[in-house]
């Protein structure tokens, strides 16, 4: 979910928005978004929501286009159909000027994500993020350092955090600059390959050597230097 852009535009649901007046939301508590966008709007009318994802999210189930009537429906119902915009992107060629416009992304997930791929990519992109107490998400994302952590289903501490960071430009950037820093330093490709490896290669290590087969074995590993 992003907010914030500086650029004021009304969306009609029958015409592409523009590039500047795009924000992101992925698609995931969505109804949580839309609550706390009403919120965001009382302070900050301008802003903008856009609600992006794939045209057939793989774990979303059989229930995608009834939950996205239902947002259609609340985002209606708050009187918001002027500043939200839903539609797919293209990952590699949208997603990436997606981050770069937003100010702010938001991950607000219900369910217990194991990681949350949103989460990096957004502080690659130096954006801070707020996700929700769920999964592996909070271990990464640190308040005041890279982001906040909001309690799950709760669209007024989201709303909250959204409003703060949207207030300070430079709070927004110092949060931004930690998340990418911390990318770079702990979730490369590189490094984030060579951890797996490593990993593996301590569980064959204390594995007790009577009990491992000739495959599991130091010799029949096969590795590559990516240092």
Request: aromatic letters at 8%.
């Amino acid at each position: 979910n992003w907010f914030g852009l500086n650029k004021p535009c009304k969306v009609d649901y029958s015409v592409q928005v523009p590039p500047e007046c795009r924000l992101k939301v992925n698609g995931v508590s969505c109804d949580i978004t839309v609550q706390a966008f009403r919120l965001v709007k009382e302070k900050f009318p301008e802003a903008m929501l856009v609600m992006s994802g794939s045209g057939n999210i793989i774990d979303w189930g059989l229930t995608q286009n009834k939950d996205i009537a239902y947002f259609m429906t609340l985002i209606k119902h708050l009187g918001l159909e002027g500043s939200v915009y839903i539609n797919t992107f293209s990952i590699d060629k949208e997603m990436p000027d997606l981050y770069r416009l937003a100010d702010v992304v938001v991950y607000p997930s219900s369910s217990e994500e194991p990681f949350g791929l949103t989460m990096l990519e957004a502080m690659a992109s130096e954006k801070p993020i707020i996700v929700s107490e769920s999964g592996g998400m909070p271990e990464i994302i640190k308040n005041d350092i890279n982001g906040y952590v909001v309690p799950k289903n709760n669209h007024e501490a989201l709303a909250e955090k959204i409003i703060k960071l949207l207030g300070s430009a430079e709070l927004r950037a110092k949060l931004g600059r930690n998340g990418r820093e911390l990318t770079e330093r702990m979730y490369t490709k590189q490094i984030y390959a060579k951890n797996i490896v490593n990993a593996y290669q301590e569980a064959i290590d204390t594995y007790p050597a009577k009990g491992r087969k000739s495959r599991f074995s130091r010799r029949g590993m096969v590795s590559q230097d990516i240092s």
